[in-house]
């Protein structure tokens, strides 16, 4: 039989099975795993339950991975949920690919402004509403879906899948680097791709295929003036106030075009090639439906070619908050002891994160040096993700290309995200193999929002292409 001849065979059982995949995803949504919420750790449990026993149904063998426990800010000590190892297939002859995803879901409650019931998948106008049904219950139970699809058709599978599902993603996906690290040599070796579907088209209508993510950088600035908070009326105008020099800090750090203002942090971003601006050039991109999805008037930069390289290639800065203010109700006429500033650099090639926090401890200083200021302040780098990047033209991708066209009649575009998924680049490192992004969730989809859904279509395509995808991949 011939490849064309088979996917309209298996594009027909999925569109026929449409109900109970649908079923299927409402089944896990109704587990409210929030990997966030100490007391709903059970849930995140019996999602790994649930999650373990359909692989098994499909033949695929399971081990569970302990990965420690998680200590909470008041000591507090919790089990960390096992991350489900898979194994589908064992054949020599065959390419090997690794898929990751998670099955804990962001915090959510109808009092944050939810039209439906978060935990209740609510199919709308041809979209599911719910918490995780498009991050990222979907995507990893349409890649099980296809395995599925494909022995209900007696068809052999055309590659090795290796699963890596965790359950502590959105809570920044504690043990699993260590764990992964701990199985290069072992369950990791010997494959020959990964693929990731955690991240969405650029727009509504288009599918692409991501290739790179920005890093970061997250500073805390920790500014202390006295032993005691104080009366504004007793004190104000007399002492050096933390919240004074925060501010001042916190202002001297990025402009009005978005800029970032500390000396050299420029410095080694990788140039604009040519070849890669062709790349911007050819994607579809609606600076309108950006803008309105941002909720604002007007963007900093105005043509998309400029848009998109400041969203993904080039670094930002981004002021989050100041802990220690008061920010309550009303009036009060306290001048704050103690203030810790909060915000992040997003990170491209070839930045270094050491190099980048040199650079902020030395701008602070010199800052601080100016005010002739007694206070006490230092900068602490919180947390800090380097940037990935991979070869859009790589056989995989190639593989994933030829898939999109099959599916949707159309080339993906290739695209980078601008936010930052760690793992990705730890997959990268430990198995020195291609790493793939590829999405099949809509831009609009509302990942860590209120109403987060799932279109039908973008269910019941994203299976498609992963079941063109084996194929293709399977050729490379």
Request: aromatic share 10%.
């Amino acid at each position: 039989m011939s490849s064309e001849d088979f996917n309209k065979r298996l594009f027909k059982y999925l569109d026929d099975h449409q109900k109970d995949y649908i079923q299927r995803l409402s089944d896990a949504v109704a587990i409210p795993s929030v990997s966030a919420w100490p007391d709903h750790r059970p849930e995140v449990f019996r999602m790994v339950q649930w999650t373990k026993s359909f692989m098994e149904s499909l033949g695929i063998a399971v081990e569970l991975a302990d990965v420690g426990e998680q200590k909470l800010a008041d000591g507090t000590k919790l089990k960390l949920p096992d991350v489900i190892l898979g194994t589908y297939g064992n054949d020599k002859l065959k390419k090997t690919v690794v898929i990751y995803g998670h099955l804990d879901v962001q915090p959510a409650q109808v009092s944050d402004g939810w039209d439906t019931e978060p935990f209740v998948l609510t199919e709308k106008n041809g979209k599911l509403y719910g918490r995780g049904s498009t991050d990222d219950k979907g995507p990893v139970i349409s890649w099980l879906n296809v395995i599925e699809a494909y022995q209900k058709l007696n068809e052999p599978f055309p590659v090795n899948v290796k699963f890596v599902l965790e359950s502590m993603e959105e809570y920044g996906s504690e043990g699993l680097e260590d764990l992964l690290k701990s199985l290069k040599n072992t369950f990791l070796s010997g494959v020959d791709y990964v693929v990731i579907s955690d991240s969405y088209w650029l727009g509504k209508e288009k599918p692409c295929l991501q290739y790179g993510l920005r890093g970061i950088c997250y500073f805390f600035i920790d500014v202390e003036s006295s032993t005691k908070d104080l009366h504004s009326g007793c004190f104000g105008g007399t002492i050096h106030e933390a919240m004074t020099d925060l501010i001042a800090v916190m202002s001297t750090l990025v402009d009005d075009q978005g800029r970032i203002l500390i000396d050299g942090i420029y410095d080694e971003v990788a140039q604009l090639l040519p070849e890669e601006a062709e790349i911007y050039k050819r994607i579809t991109f609606d600076v309108k439906a950006y803008s309105a999805e941002a909720g604002v008037d007007k963007t900093i930069q105005q043509d998309k070619e400029q848009i998109l390289m400041h969203r993904w290639r080039y670094p930002s800065l981004t002021l989050h908050g100041i802990q220690g203010a008061f920010d309550g109700v009303g009036c009060k006429t306290v001048i704050p002891r103690h203030v810790i500033g909060k915000f992040s650099i997003r990170i491209v090639p070839n930045m270094k994160i050491a190099t980048i926090e040199k650079l902020v401890e030395k701008h602070v200083k010199n800052v601080m040096e100016k005010r002739n200021s007694p206070n006490k302040v230092s900068v602490k780098l919180e947390h800090g993700g380097d940037y990935w990047l991979a070869d859009p033209n790589h056989p995989q991708y190639v593989a994933a290309r030829r898939a999109t066209v099959v599916v949707h009649g159309i080339e993906p575009d290739l695209t980078r995200e601008g936010g930052s998924i760690p793992i990705t680049l730890t997959f990268q490192e430990q198995t020195g193999k291609n790493v793939l992004l590829l999405p099949i969730g809509a831009s609009d989809d509302g990942a860590h929002s209120q109403n987060e859904k799932f279109d039908v279509s973008n269910y019941m395509n994203g299976m498609k292409v992963m079941g063109v995808y084996f194929q293709e991949v399977a050729r490379v």
